[in-house]
């Protein structure tokens, strides 16, 4: 075939690598502008309370990094980051599960309303990434709280004018997370002017505590005082 035939045929030929204008310049600043709006509208009639609504006018930045890459064909992997983005700011301002999940549905009618149309195989994936960036931030909530629990003095009990008793079972198996727990509880002891320690707890806490108050001058009680002084609390 010759060059001039081929270019011919390749013109008749839809091609998937061709330019794309949406690629370039998806939205005018004008769409951009008008669409937003109507996302905001959208999601304002779902909003279940003030903190939904509070969410509605506070996340604009966040909404229109995620119209400008829901316009974009060749966006994926940009457009799930910012929409996971966009589910912990939801999170972080206390928005209501329902807000999070609805929100894309949103996106793509004011994208649609301002002449845009969006890759609905897209809107799958960029709806998960909302939910998994705002429920990221709810399970790392539980997670600082059920870690703040075992804070001190909140894990340990005195038994003596200078001596007390520490639970050891700060729940992270990361060693510096242990160590510097660890260092946290020993500084508030020392403190505090405690001479012993009763220490028990998991392996790897309890033995990382221990050096800690190694380390600031708190001796570890033995086996029998440590009886003894937990039947004198007992008893009490």
Partial sequence: MGHD??????????SAFAPSP????PLTADQAERALAAWREHDATQALHGADRDTVVSTDAARALVLE???RPAAGRDLYNAC???GRLFADASASPSLAVATLEGAARALAEVGIATDPTRLGPARASVAEGYFAVTV???RTAARRAWEYPACAVRVAPDTIAITASYPADDGEALADWSARV???VSREGYKRAIVSGSGDAKAELAQALALVGVELATAGQAKGWLA?????
């Fill in 5 to 14: 035939a081929m270019k011919g045929t390749l013109a008749t030929v839809p």
């Fill in 22 to 25: 949406l690629a370039a310049a």
């Fill in 69 to 71: 890459l829901l316009a």
């Fill in 84 to 86: 996971a983005r966009l």
């Fill in 140 to 142: 790392e909530g539980e």
């Fill in 186 to 188: 020993a500084l508030c």
């Fill in 232 to 236: 004198a609390l007992l008893g009490r």
